[in-house]
């Protein structure tokens, strides 16, 4: 039965209960979403579970609720990274990890700076909880490159809360060192604000440049899913001072980490060295596909984990590229969304499927390809 209008008279409006910033929030831009045989728009793992892995998967107990706060496996990661168990949360991946940060520390009102061009879930989230935002943005032309004091200079001006930045970045692939985090970090600490790092792909990058964020002001933010070819099974983790951490345990939903997800992360660390083999032959296919397709003529911007930044070129060049792109069994990550028309984020995939885009590449490369690049930035 449909209430008549007499019987709605009086009523508040449902539209009145929901939360203001959920009525214009929009869905953000992923990769992942085409159905195409050759798809390099994801950036994981591209190699087959382990089968230990799977096993402990399958092994994994379903007749009871799994640990609510997966004490082994926290246990295991305090221990990889030196920290005190207290201080690691568990978290549905590291979009649960970002949603959890910015409603736990973020009130209406409050700065919010994000350092981009850079993954989307920062400002979604953070304008979720009614933050203002303000954006750092580097160029292509300085080759994505961060000016840390023009940054510096930046944080002192807004005094933000948080200060997001995913570190190697996603898409522009540029890493910070450890000196530059903790300059920012004691910049952020001065008017006593977070500084959130994003560090989802830093086990792709080189042993000898991986690191993990520590500050007494520094939230970090973990994946075991694109390292530990896990994305279906949603495992990350946040690691925080001992009062953060505990304020963000108390706003995760109980049992937020399924039994299979807590026993794939411990076979999964128990197999570390088979995965770190994985890391750098990752590393090595990107380094070639990136100097195949520079050698092609496009505009490269090297990574240091496993993707990197293609340019296709402007105007009609760009217009070709995306509609033959369209048209073929390739996906590319698209980089439009990140306000960067005619970049492509490129994730490396097996060596045969690398092969099919370099493939692709070379039928598009054309003879105008030396015309229309961008300046290159060089390896650090």
């Known amino acids: 039965m449909v209430p008549d209008a007499k019987h709605q008279a009086g009523k508040p409006e449902q539209a009145a209960l929901i939360r203001p910033e959920l009525l214009t929030s ?3 831009v992923h990769g992942g979403r085409e159905a195409k045989p050759f798809d390099f728009s994801v950036c994981l793992n591209p190699y087959p579970l382990p089968d230990s892995v799977a096993t402990a998967i399958a092994a994994a107990p379903m007749e009871r609720y799994p640990d609510t706060r997966g004490q082994k496996l926290t246990g295991e990661l305090a221990m990889l990274h030196g920290c005190d168990p207290e201080r690691l949360l568990l978290t549905n991946g590291v979009s649960q990890a970002i949603f959890l940060t910015a409603f736990g520390l973020l009130e209406r009102g409050r700065n919010v700076l994000i350092i981009g061009p850079t993954y989307e879930e920062y400002a979604k989230n953070s304008a979720l909880m009614g933050a203002r935002l303000s954006i750092f943005r580097a160029q292509p032309q300085e080759g994505f490159t961060l000016s840390i004091p023009s940054l510096i200079r930046t944080i002192g001006e807004l005094k933000p809360a948080l200060t997001w930045i995913c570190n190697p970045n996603n898409p522009t692939g540029l890493l910070l060192d450890k000196r530059d985090i903790e300059e920012l970090a004691d910049s952020c600490s001065s008017y006593g604000g977070l500084l959130v790092v994003d560090e989802a792909y830093m086990n792709f990058v080189d042993e000898n440049r991986r690191y993990c964020a520590e500050a007494k002001n520094v939230v970090v933010l973990r994946s075991m899913t694109k390292d530990f070819a896990l994305p279906g099974l949603r495992l990350g983790y946040i690691i925080a001072p001992h009062r953060i951490a505990r304020a963000l345990s108390a706003a995760c939903p109980e049992w937020s980490i399924n039994a299979p997800a807590l026993a794939a992360g411990l076979a999964a660390i128990r197999l570390r060295e088979a995965f770190e083999t994985q890391w750098q032959r990752l590393r090595l296919q990107r380094q070639s596909l990136e100097g195949a397709a520079a050698a092609l003529g ?16 402007a105007n ?22 990140f306000n960067l028309p005619g ?18 590449l070379a039928a598009e490369s054309g003879p105008t390809g030396q015309d229309e690049t961008t300046e290159r930035r060089e390896k650090t």
């Open 26 to 28: 929009q869905r953000v």
């Open 298 to 313: 496009y505009g490269i911007f090297p990574g240091t984990a496993n993707f990197f930044l293609l340019y296709s070129g």
């Open 316 to 337: 009609a060049r760009a217009r070709r590229f995306r509609e033959h792109l369209a048209a073929s069994d390739i996906a590319l990550r698209d980089c439009t969304s």
């Open 343 to 360: 970049f492509y984020r490129i994730g490396i995939s097996s060596e045969e499927n690398n092969r099919q885009l370099l493939g692709f």
